[in-house]
């Protein structure tokens, strides 16, 4: 009798079936995409610490192409100061990101790309020491008010 041979692993998509953000996107974004979230999972994986030490550190990566610098910055200041000249853009050119443990699928980046650029989305602002989760604060464009 032969030994048992497990099924092969069966993976979903990548990216959300019928989602309005996903679903409807060309090609060059579906790669930027997953190059965020292979430089994510670089970090977490080849990194000389643990995994558990990468993580809450920031990444910063360009927002047209998911291009990264490689580097992983302790706090979101150092990379809003230091990535745009290893990138050659603008400081708002840049998507910052913190490592999270979990890393970061290809759907989630996307998502994570379409929404931040936007231009009344500031990605350079600092973190809100009070509620850190807020790490995008909303900024207008000039002349808009909220009514």
């Not at 497990?6 to 309005?20: I, K, R």
């Not at 979101?76 to 290893?86: C, E, F, I, S, W």
Request: glycine letters at 6%; one cysteine or more.
């Amino acid at each position: 009798m032969s030994p048992a041979v497990d099924p092969p692993l069966q993976v979903g998509p990548a990216f959300h079936a019928n989602c309005g953000t996903c679903g409807d996107h060309d090609q060059a974004d579906r790669d930027a995409a997953r190059r965020i979230s292979d430089e994510m999972g670089f970090h977490l994986t080849a990194g000389k610490a643990a995994a558990i030490d990468v993580t809450n550190r920031w990444i910063a990566v360009r927002l047209s192409d998911g291009v990264s610098d490689h580097a992983l910055y302790d706090e979101k200041a150092d990379a809003v100061r230091l990535a745009p000249r290893m990138l050659g853009v603008q400081p708002r050119q840049l998507l910052y990101l913190q490592v999270q443990l979990t890393g970061m699928p290809p759907a989630e980046a996307l998502h994570m790309l379409k929404l931040f650029r936007q231009p009344w989305l500031d990605t350079t602002a600092p973190v809100d020491r009070v509620n850190p989760y807020q790490l995008h604060p909303l900024t207008l464009p000039p002349g808009v008010r909220l009514a």
